[in-house]
Each structure stands twice: as structure tokens, then as C-alpha cells.
């Protein structure tokens, strides 16, 4: 895996952060201050809470537990995405 520990030096390089710790915050030993997430974020072109959350369907699937229910609103986020023709 030597193209992720360079890709993690040169993330560390950007946010200002020790590579060690991006390891421990992935792991979860350890927590990034609201300072340090942000400038990872930045780093990643990403924004805090989706470091914080993930995506909207990784989020449901975590909080919604009924898998019907849980295919029911993806279906409506299809429908939703399809823009009418008239």
C-alpha cells in the first residue's frame, strides 16, 4: 500500500497535520479538533460534515432500519431527480 502512505503524506502535507494522526483519526483513536477536520475538508475539497456523516444514503441506511421503508425513499429521491416534460 505504498500509493495510500503517499497519498496520506501529501494529505497530511496539505491540512498542516501529522500523517500519524490522519492515521489515528481513520482508525478512530483519536478525534480531530474542529480546526484540523476543517482544513482536511479543505484539503479534500470536502466539507466537514460529510467527513463527519458520509453521504445522504449512508446516513439513512445507518438511522433507517425498516429496508422497505429505507427503498421507499430512495424511490422518491428517483422520482424527485427526473425532471417532468411538458
Same mark, same amino acid.
Not at 25 to 42: C, D, K, V
Not at 62 to 68: G, M, Q
Given at each position: 500500500? $505504498?500509493?495510500?502512505?503517499?497519498? +496520506?503524506? =501529501?494529505? =497530511? +502535507?496539505? %491540512?498542516?497535520?501529522?500523517?500519524?494522526? &490522519?492515521?489515528?483519526? *481513520?482508525?478512530? $483513536?483519536? !478525534?480531530? !479538533? %474542529?480546526? @484540523? #477536520?476543517?482544513?482536511? =475538508?479543505?484539503? #479534500? *475539497? #470536502? /466539507?466537514?460534515?460529510? &467527513?463527519?456523516?458520509?453521504?445522504?444514503? *449512508?446516513?439513512?441506511? %445507518? /438511522?433507517?432500519?425498516? *429496508?422497505?421503508? &429505507?427503498?421507499?425513499?430512495?424511490? @422518491? $429521491?428517483?422520482? #424527485? $431527480? +427526473? +425532471?417532468? /416534460?411538458?
Amino acid at each position: 500500500m $505504498e500509493g495510500r502512505g503517499l497519498a +496520506k503524506i =501529501a494529505l =497530511a +502535507k496539505l %491540512a498542516d497535520v501529522h500523517y500519524t494522526n &490522519l492515521g489515528k483519526y *481513520e482508525r478512530g $483513536e483519536a !478525534s480531530p !479538533s %474542529a480546526t @484540523i #477536520l476543517n482544513r482536511i =475538508a479543505q484539503a #479534500l *475539497e #470536502l /466539507s466537514p460534515d460529510f &467527513l463527519i456523516n458520509g453521504t445522504l444514503e *449512508e446516513k439513512g441506511g %445507518a /438511522s433507517i432500519t425498516d *429496508e422497505r421503508l &429505507l427503498q421507499q425513499f430512495r424511490k @422518491i $429521491e428517483q422520482l #424527485l $431527480e +427526473k +425532471k417532468p /416534460s411538458f
